[in-house]
């Protein structure tokens, strides 16, 4: 977690789903338009008396005047038709999703049900009425050593759950249970324990519900859970690291601390990496990065103090100095331009305590390609490899 950086790469450098289907039928609400329209036509009157001729006039008259009906009614059809199927639509995407969302928070509930189910719900519990019954004389040794480690756990909150009695539970499985129950319900504040762990704080009908701890196996969690996962004041002891601060879904999220035996964190973290603005400091050499991560390293915009008293300003990229920068050593030495690895690589400028210069191409931190140095107020210009000049310009001559 967190890049390493060689103090050796920062030497002077000059010392070298599923879908639902909505039959749709034919609308005959247009009909009743039709109807509507006929009725309230005004039908051509021809006064003068009627010969053969205008009969047949008449009768063409009267064809043309049907067909424009019928086209004019075909058009209401569709003017009536299309909000309709309109409706239609927007209908079968809203039963589309909703059934969509029904399916998420069942496969949600059923995912909760199977782990309450797997971890909590133990069945025919039996009632101890042994008074001298005492937990902690079934706890195995290695709980006994965490909690000599850690301490007996400090509720920071107490709750009074009513209609609640205090009891001692043994189930099939071999664990125990003493705390308030409501009928044979872990409901309230006690104490759970089971071959692997062991857990003490609140539940609400068999669920760890409010503040409490978990010991297993060299690791202990505490914080204030819900739903079997802690969701805020997360606390996590496991060998020689520990964190505090946010969470979400039981994983550091948010802002906290987190330290272990390379170094200390302050900053931001997402879904349990360090991810956004963060301070690192290592331990044992002392060196400090006060910048961006992005997942678990570092990654952006920062600042690093070696420990040397070298300081390199600019960006990072996955765990190196990569990008655009400066490097300044305390005899007011520095070089600025581009890096890759912790390396001086591309254009920039090394320039040292004596105003002495070089402006060019770096490759794997030494002088490569071309360039101008000003050496003791001489100009050079040409062709370097491998930090020699192996080429000058002529014209520099």
């Not at 009743?32 to 001729?53: A, D």
């Not at 409706?87 to 399916?103: C, F, N, W």
């Not at 189930?171 to 324990?193: A, M």
């Not at 297993?216 to 606390?235: C, F, V």
Request: aromatic share 10%; proline share 3%; charged share 30%.
């Amino acid at each position: 977690m967190g890049g390493q950086l060689s103090q050796d790469s920062f030497n002077d450098p000059s010392d070298n789903q599923q879908d639902i289907i909505i039959q749709q039928g034919e609308i005959n609400e247009p009909d009743i338009i039709v109807e509507q329209f006929t009725l309230n036509h005004k039908k051509e009157q021809i006064k003068v008396p009627k010969t053969n001729s205008q009969i047949k006039v008449g009768k063409q008259t009267t064809s043309q005047i049907n067909q424009s009906k019928i086209s004019l009614i075909k058009d209401l059809k569709q003017e009536v038709q299309q909000p309709v199927k309109q409706e239609v639509q927007q209908l079968k995407e809203s039963l589309i999703g909703s059934q969509i969302r029904k399916t998420e928070q069942q496969n949600q509930q059923n995912n909760l049900s199977n782990n309450q189910s797997r971890i909590f719900l133990k069945s025919n519990p039996k009632k101890i009425s042994d008074t001298n019954f005492q937990i902690q004389n079934h706890f195995p040794e290695w709980m006994n050593k965490m909690i000599e480690q850690y301490g007996n756990y400090q509720c920071p909150e107490k709750i009074n759950y009513e209609n609640s009695t205090e009891v001692i539970l043994q189930y099939e499985d071999g664990s125990y249970y003493k705390g308030q129950v409501q009928g044979y319900d872990r409901h309230g504040y006690g104490v759970y324990l089971q071959e692997s762990e062991l857990f003490e704080g609140y539940f609400e009908k068999n669920i760890r519900n409010g503040w409490g701890r978990e010991l297993q196996q060299d690791i202990l969690k505490q914080g204030i859970w819900k739903g079997d996962i802690i969701t805020s004041n997360l606390e996590i002891r496991k060998q020689d690291e520990y964190y505090k601060g946010d969470c979400q879904q039981g994983l550091p999220h948010g802002k906290g601390k987190l330290e272990n035996k390379d170094y200390v964190y302050e900053g931001y973290f997402q879904k349990g990496l360090k991810n956004g603005r963060g301070y690192l400091k290592y331990k044992e050499k002392n060196d400090i990065y006060d910048g961006q991560f992005k997942d678990d390293k570092m990654d952006g915009r920062g600042k690093y103090y070696f420990s040397n008293k070298v300081v390199y300003e600019g960006n990072f990229k996955e765990g190196q100095i990569t990008g655009k920068g400066e490097m300044r050593y305390p005899n007011n030495k520095f070089y600025r331009g581009d890096f890759l690895n912790g390396k001086m690589h591309g254009q920039g400028i090394l320039h040292n305590s004596s105003d002495d210069q070089h402006d060019g191409s770096f490759k794997d931190g030494k002088k490569d390609g071309y360039g101008k140095s000003t050496l003791k107020g001489m100009i050079i210009t040409g062709k370097w490899e491998n930090d020699i000049l192996i080429e000058e310009d002529p014209d520099q001559q």
